[in-house]
């Protein structure tokens, strides 16, 4: 668990309500010793990578801290191509810590949210209650993301806690002067990294978009003479930041076509004597027989932009 290390960073200091939100995120490594029979490839492992994080706030941010946790995590499975999900909001259990005046303001605040989930989302996200599903420490939403052949998988959470920072002596000094212990929010985006990443590879089957692939070009000649134009084309496409590979081996072009294709490369550049002497590209895509001809420069242009990640794309 990062969460006790979180909040000892959080009580370095002493704090005002002026300083909250205070937000704090990790990558940490967390064990669990599953049984072996439930272990299962990358998809449930004994120990893995969290993207943890957690937000320090008083109860009447709590609303607007979740609104932004809400939309990043719909922005991130948005960019990874994840357009059906499910939001799940757990509710209070029968054995809990905390008084019932601060489940009623954290479930209505997260009721609030879940409706304007909905609402915004029109049918592309689907929404439903667990009734006393919840931690013992607060209510939590559970994202639960459906891949391209309809299963499901939970990964985010957002879960408040009332428990641990007064368990651990948190506090924040309010307007009042009193000390008044924040309320915790955990998140995570992804959960599991391990397991996001296995559930990605049987989403696209393989098959990444360009900006996601880990091997994004591959660079095949037909011809010997056609060696020294590859090399330049690989130098060039990596100094605009891509991640190419060439194939200068002395075989069939049909047989350079068909091994990438098998390892799911999204482009191949083939090239012979014409292309070379010209100075143009012929461009294959994964899963299409249609090929592409353009100048050297307007297609690194256009497959740079295509490999930029979204984030970077909206950030530009």
């Known amino acids: 668990m990062n969460c006790p290390g979180h909040v000892q960073i959080y009580k370095h200091g002493l704090r005002s309500y002026r300083e909250l939100p205070l937000r704090m995120a990790e990558f940490g490594v967390v064990h669990r010793y599953e049984p072996s029979g439930a272990m299962h490839g990358v998809m449930r492992v004994r120990a893995f990578t969290q993207d943890d994080a957690h937000i320090f706030c008083t109860e009447d941010q709590l609303e607007a801290e979740i609104l932004k946790i809400n939309d990043l995590i719909l922005s991130v499975y948005g960019d990874f191509g994840f357009d059906r999900l499910v939001v799940k909001l757990s509710t209070r259990p029968e054995k809990r810590v905390g008084s019932d005046a601060s489940w009623d303001h954290a479930e209505g605040v997260m009721s609030r949210v879940l409706d304007r989930i909905k609402a915004q989302s029109g049918n592309m996200i689907e929404t439903s209650i667990n009734p006393g599903e919840g931690a013992f ?48 929010v955990h998140r995570a985006i992804c959960g599991s990294m391990e397991r996001f990443t296995g559930i990605l590879i049987e989403h696209f089957a393989g098959h990444m978009p360009l900006w996601l692939a880990p091997l994004q070009i591959v660079v095949a000649t037909i011809t010997q003479e056609a060696d020294d134009f590859a090399m330049e084309i690989v130098a060039a496409a990596r100094k605009k930041g891509l991640r190419v590979d060439v194939d200068l081996r002395n075989e069939k072009i049909n047989y350079k076509v068909r091994e990438h294709s098998l390892a799911k490369i999204p482009v191949l550049l083939v090239l012979g004597r014409k292309e070379a002497a010209e100075r143009t590209v012929s461009i294959r895509r994964l899963g299409s027989q249609a090929q592409q001809s353009m100048g050297l420069d307007e297609a690194l242009a256009m497959l740079a932009d295509e490999a930029t990640a979204p984030d970077v794309k909206r950030a530009g």
């Open 137 to 184: 420490y607060g209510p939590k939403f559970e994202y639960v993301l459906r891949d391209a052949i309809g299963r499901d998988w939970q990964c985010g959470t957002t879960q408040v806690d009332f428990n641990l920072p007064e368990r651990f002596g948190a506090f924040y000094i309010d307007a009042n002067s009193e000390k008044v212990p924040p309320v915790m």
